[in-house]
């Protein structure tokens, strides 16, 4: 039994940051997120790429506004849609915490070649 | 009608970088890879500040597994868990192509500002 018990969340309570890394877990939403680099688009100018119909656009749109990585504007009937990138700060430095481990499997080739016995020719 | 058509992928056949951030989207598999940086272990080690059964960290592990971000080990019957971070990677740099629009908002404050008229009473 442990001191600390931590209990695993009920599906549909996600933690904001399980709602982004979700959000980022489909390539035609990190390829829409890619699109909105370059400015605010209507969700036509977003689906055309993909051979998508409008309520596909919308249902992918509105997975990346529940993330907070995306807005959508108020321009009349076109609501442009606008990259907010902030939460990708949060991916980043998560993942950022493991990087000591990103070349682990080198690290340790050169601890296992440090121990070899030096080439015997040097020896001659 | 777009020149480059992109089909979306049908549900199931998950490109690489999108099985790692659907791995990442739950908080209590984050926690087993914080867990898994002080070196590796066993199922029931990992799974005891979960409060949870065998069968359902073993669940954890699988996802983790087909992500890449685990491996286990052949030592007996205890095939312990280890930490593989070079997905972590991918991840933190397709985040970090997004660093430009990080402190977008605070920007475009600024541009704001300095469009403003000086304050009047400096004129007095």
């Keep these: 039994m442990s001191t600390a018990t931590l209990a695993a969340k009920p599906a549909g309570a996600r933690d904001p940051l399980s709602l982004v890394f ?8 990190r390829a829409m997120l890619t699109r909105l680099r370059s400015g605010p688009v209507t969700v036509s100018e977003l689906g055309a790429p993909f051979d998508m119909s ?3 656009v919308s249902k992918h749109l509105r ?3 529940r993330a907070g990585l995306v807005a959508r504007g108020r321009v009349a009937q076109s ?14 430095e998560w ?15 050169d601890d296992y070649l440090r ?5 015997p020719k040097d020896d001659a």
């Design 22 to 29: 979700a959000a980022l877990a489909d390539p035609t939403r």
């Design 54 to 56: 409008g309520p596909a």
């Design 63 to 65: 997975v990346l506004e």
């Design 79 to 92: 609501r442009p849609a606008t990259l907010r990138a902030e939460p990708m700060k949060q991916v980043a």
């Design 95 to 109: 993942a950022e915490e493991f990087r000591e481990f990103w070349d682990q499997r080198y690290d340790r080739l």
């Design 115 to 119: 121990t070899m016995p030096d080439d």
